[in-house]
């Protein structure tokens, strides 16, 4: 299929002069990994966000490893999250000798079901850690979720990913639990090419995550060079990682961090767009108008009894007339390493896969014109009048 040359693209990054200047500036000053850029990019991201600590990681995957690393999950426990994710937030559990516990959504908002959550935490005294998933930035239902977690012991671990560090009225999302990781992956709310950052509360958290960050060495390198001690002495203290955020991609990081409150109103005015252009269609069903949603994703639902087509084919149609769109998520249980290792089929999870079969990611990007999501809004309608089920 050969696409029209006015293809609106499903996402472009926003970068401009300033975050050219300040990669040029690093490259010439001679200091290129983690350094005096990434420590302040930390302190202004602690700041935004309203929280203690901020670790900058090499992503997003990274940070969550460190943070199940941190939260003590054990070989042979269970880390419970929802299969409606990206690959990430389940690898990291396998990276710690842990097995998944697939909790399902809920089949409105698509996030991690708090009734479920506590139904599978009664059946299974062995889950270690709680990760849920703010899908496309749309928070889960945080206050349930810490009570049921919290009544247990069990420490829950954000995976803010889709998510801006904005305050909301009881704190950003990726801030709530005891651990949160915001992804800087190139499609993010701000993005660094590839990173993340880690953020805590807890000082002990924070010191452990700092430390395995960097090969477990117990002060940071760059500090080598200006405390009393020899630059050349450190002590590695446990078999660490190599997930530190280089000073060239923090660079980038703190331009766009300046620049988040911009970007999250320029999506928040498409989103607008998009609920107010959309809204009388009995076919789709729009996501939530929530103040905290942080407007990552913009996911329709399409009520296929009311359509002759399927959502595979909606995508091809709406791709035929020019416009890139996704699917937020494959979810985990239909990957074939999962229902290999743990015998999972499609039935297991019915709100997830009725999401997955529902669910298409609209463009949504600051550098998205007017005239552009007048084109999309266009043709979801055209096509949904072109395919309404005749009764
Ligand atoms: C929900 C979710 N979690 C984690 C990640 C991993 O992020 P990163 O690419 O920064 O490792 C992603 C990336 O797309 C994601 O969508």
Redesign the pocket.
């Known amino acids: 299929m050969s696409r029209p040359t006015d293809f609106i693209p499903f996402h472009r990054p926003s970068i401009g002069r300033l975050e050219e200047e300040a990669v040029l500036s690093v490259l010439r000053s001679g200091w290129l990994t983690t350094g005096e850029i990434t420590l302040r990019f930390e302190r202004e991201f602690a700041e935004l966000a309203g929280v203690e600590h901020a670790l900058a990681v090499s ?6 490893h460190l943070c199940l690393e941190a939260a003590g999950v054990r070989e042979n426990s269970k880390v419970a999250t929802s299969p409606y ?5 389940a690898e990291v559990i396998r990276y710690m000798g842990a097995d998944p516990l697939f909790v399902d959504v809920e089949e409105d908002s698509c996030n991690l079901s708090p009734p479920l959550l506590e139904q599978a935490l009664a059946r299974e005294p062995s889950v270690s850690a709680v990760v849920p ?3 496309g930035g749309l928070p889960c239902r945080m206050d349930e979720i810490l009570q049921i977690a919290g009544a247990r012991g069990t420490p829950v671990i954000e ?1 803010a ?2 998510c801006l560090p904005r305050r909301g009225q009881k704190g950003a999302p990726g801030t709530l639990g005891a651990m949160g ?1 915001y ?3 190139a ?2 709310p701000i993005t660094t090419g ?3 950052m880690v953020v805590t509360r807890h000082g002990e958290l924070a010191r452990r995550m700092s430390m395995m960050r960097l090969h477990g060495i117990d002060r940071d390198v760059w500090n080598r060079y200006a405390s009393s001690e020899p630059s050349w002495y450190y002590e590695v203290q446990e078999p660490g990682f190599k997930y530190n955020l280089t000073d060239l991609a923090s660079s980038l990081g703190r331009v766009q961090l300046r620049k988040s409150e911009g970007f999250y109103l320029a999506r928040r005015r498409i989103a607008g767009r998009y609920l107010e252009g959309l809204a009388d269609l009995d076919y789709l069903r729009l996501p939530p108008d929530q103040a905290d949603h942080s407007w990552h994703l913009f996911q329709i639902r399409l009520d296929l009894s009311r359509l002759e087509l399927d959502r595979d084919r909606f995508i091809d149609a709406l791709m035929e007339r020019g416009i890139g769109v996704s699917v ?2 494959i979810p985990l249980h239909l990957m074939p390493y999962y229902r290999r290792t743990y015998g999972l089929r499609e039935r297991d999870f019915p709100h997830s896969m009725r999401c997955y079969r529902e669910t298409i990611s609209l463009p949504i990007y600051p550098g998205l014109g007017e005239q552009q999501v007048e084109r999309v809004i266009a043709a979801v309608r055209e096509l949904g009048a072109r395919f309404y089920k005749k009764r």
Request: hydrophobic share 45%; charged share 10%.
């Open positions: 992503s997003a995957t990274a940070g969550l994710t990206f690959a990430a937030t998933v703010h899908v995976d990913a889709h990781v992804s800087f992956y499609t993010k590839e990173g993340g937020h998520f």
